[in-house]
């Protein structure tokens, strides 16, 4: 385990469910992040958040819904997904994003979206 | 603007032969250069990292980089492969944006074979 568990592992949806994906960290991090990542594709930055303080939206459709209530947990709601929306979705946490890259991030072990 | 290319999207080795990932680089500054493995079905694991420091970067299961400046190349070495090496690996660089976060570019990923 690195710190970083993402919940569930694996999630099938039909495109017009509503469901959530789980990020939790106790590393004490400050900052939090979700990547998308597509076969053949590079792994795509979604959102950044810092001190709960959303940072960074990458431009991303808005049935993607990022919500972090606290700086342990990071949640991003799902709706009316299309089947190019499958893909491995990553959570990430760092000290802090201004310094946390020069650290590295760590990341968790993703959720594996199936939109049918 | 940074972006960083992976030359080789497939390396295939023998087992205890040299591995060589390779990776160049874009950067208008001074940039941290890092790579990560992921093993199926995994998140995403910090092999080493190059922050301005020593040009040599040793990181975790024998891997190494050199930061060559004058090539814009951050290398993957290891002397002798290992058949729990076989996995993805992805270089990334990451320079301060305007208000001092990073922000990191993932290259495409080179999968590793290892043949026994």
């Known amino acids: 385990e690195t710190g970083v568990t993402q919940t569930p592992r694996h999630l099938v949806m039909g495109m017009t469910n509503k469901k959530s994906l789980k990020c939790e960290q106790h590393?004490?991090?400050?900052?939090m992040y979700w990547y998308k990542q597509s076969a053949k594709k590079p792994l795509e930055l979604m959102f950044v958040?810092?001190?709960?303080?959303?940072?960074e939206n990458n431009s991303v459709p808005s049935r993607f819904s990022p919500e972090c209530p606290n700086s342990s947990h990071l949640f991003l709601h799902l709706h009316t997904l299309q089947p190019e929306d499958s893909a491995l979705y990553l959570c990430?946490?760092?000290?802090?994003?201004?310094?946390?890259f020069g650290s590295g991030y760590t990341f968790g072990s993703g959720t594996r979206l199936t939109v049918v | 603007a940074q972006s960083v290319t992976q030359l080789d999207s497939h390396v295939s080795v023998s087992e205890g032969t040299p591995v060589l990932l390779r990776c160049n680089y874009s950067s208008s500054y001074s940039p941290s250069l890092f790579w990560y493995v992921q093993h199926p079905n995994k998140g995403l694991q910090l092999l080493l990292k190059?922050?301005?420091?020593?040009?040599l970067v040793k990181g975790i299961n024998g891997f190494e980089a050199e930061f060559k400046k004058s090539e814009t190349s951050f290398h993957l070495t290891k002397p002798s492969a290992h058949m729990s090496d076989a996995a993805e690996y992805f270089c990334?660089?990451?320079?301060?944006?305007?208000?001092?976060?990073?922000?990191?570019?993932f290259g495409r990923g080179t999968s590793l074979i290892v043949h026994p």
């Open positions: 190059y922050t301005s420091a020593a040009t």
């Open positions: 590393l004490g991090h400050n900052a």
């Open positions: 990334v660089v990451s320079d301060p944006r305007t208000g001092g976060s990073y922000i990191p570019t």
């Open positions: 990430a946490s760092s000290q802090d994003d201004r310094q946390g």
């Open positions: 958040y810092n001190f709960k303080e959303q940072t």
